[in-house]
């Protein structure tokens, strides 16, 4: 039982993240509730309350969401993002899940080494990476290309790393069950390993998917074609035109916004097991 100290204790921060949180929501509950209004309304809100209460329901509520539906190419964008998005989940599940699953599981020489070098290579910045794997795609002549774009991110260290912790955990005894049912490691890796870790898989492909939603630079490197570009590089693109109305451009920031806060709505449990479980796990 709390003492009336600790519960008075724990009131006061409960009280503290509370105001910091609201704090932290005044620009969101502002840009949603100006992504409704005309320039006009807007400007003449500004210095008042009414900048955080949208308009009332009428005819026009909607009109600069469908302006940046029907008169730009953002649900192309928006499209783009999530076919490359769902490519690179599944590829980056199943080729770090085997590298992770053979440093967790399999003896081979210089096992630790190569680990080491993973848990170095998470603290290389990515701008170093990227310039060599632009120099590579544009070698192979991938530049302007989905392949070129998906290649260089499907191997992460973060990844591997997490997969790893997570099957080190794993016991020995239900593989070699597996084996008299005449069932190899790629078999048993994709039948056994990895619906039982569903929270990992699940902290994996979130993380490429907020990658993939949230990368700018390296989509405007690779790809040069509008029929390829990503949401990130679309916001620019529509925001920058000195057509667009600040109504508009609140209208597709929180057309961007939204699915990274249903993501972490939907499965901040899953990703905060995910990475505090492979704090203790040891090899």
Known sequence: ????????????????????????????????????????????????????????????????????????SFLRYMGNTLLYAAILIVLSIIVNGLAGYALAKIKFPFRDQWL????????????????????????????????????????????????????????????????????GPVKY????VLPMSKTVVATVSVFTFLNVWNDYLWPSLVFTSSDLLTAQIGLNSITSNENTTMGQTLAVITLVTIPVIIIYSLFSKQIVEGVTSTGSKEG
């Open 116 to 183: 080491m070098i993973i848990i170095m290579l998470l603290i290389v910045p990515t701008e170093t990476v990227i310039t060599i794997h632009f120099l590579i795609i544009a070698k192979a002549g991938l530049l302007n290309t989905i392949v070129g774009y998906i290649l260089p991110l499907i191997v992460n260290p973060f990844n591997i790393f997490l997969f790893r912790q997570v099957f080190v955990s794993l016991p020995d005894d239900v593989y070699e069950a597996a084996q008299l049912d005449f069932c």
């Open 1 to 72: 039982m709390f003492t009336k100290k600790q519960r008075r204790i724990n009131w006061i921060l409960v009280a503290v993240l509370l105001v910091l949180s609201i704090f932290f929501l005044f620009p969101v509950i502002w840009m949603l509730a100006n992504s409704f209004k005309p320039d006009a309304d807007i400007t003449a809100d500004m210095n008042s309350i009414a900048a955080f209460i949208p308009p009332a329901l009428n005819g026009n509520f909607l009109d600069n969401y469908v302006s940046i539906i029907t008169d730009t």
């Open 189 to 192: 890796f994709f039948t056994m």
